[in-house]
């Protein structure tokens, strides 16, 4: 019998819920990429091709699947899916192939990937940055979320500090889980 496997959202975003503007975050929080390396290792990630551009290369120990309607995209270390049931397929492939593999499947941005797998996700990996940027015309935006559907539970609030502002770390589990 195989693991049950869960939709985990990791995701930083503003008060207002922009996550970037088109082509990257519009923070540094040097503690908060600690935590989503800890997060994501051993996982599939599936992004979206601008979050990939942001990015600029695959990550070391997890599978880079990037959601692109362009079918003649490619990056080196990714794998392509058209849409949301490709990228499944192929994360629960990865996951089954990969020696270590932990039995989570990692939905990691932009804002239409989320969109497009927050009905699927069992749990999210919230930062709250504690600014609110318009995003420019690009912005990309985290979903509303309902709270009839999710608990909610601080897990740290760290104090601004310099140059990084002051955000929260915070986690939702759905309170009926979904089977992806």
Known sequence: ???????VAVVAMARNRVIGDGAGLLWHLPADLK?????TMGCPLIMGRRTWDSIGRALPGRAS????????????????????DEALDLARGWIAATEGARPEIILFGGGEIYAAGLALTDRIELTIVEIDPDGGPAAAVFPELDPAIWDRELLQEVPAEGA???HRYERLTRKVPVRV
């Open 65 to 84: 699947i990037v959601m692109t309607r362009d079918a003649d995209w490619t990056g080196e270390g990714a794998l392509r899916a058209a849409n949301m």
């Open 1 to 7: 019998m195989t693991a049950r496997l869960e939709m």
């Open 35 to 39: 935590r989503v390396r800890a997060l």
């Open 164 to 166: 990084v502002p002051a």
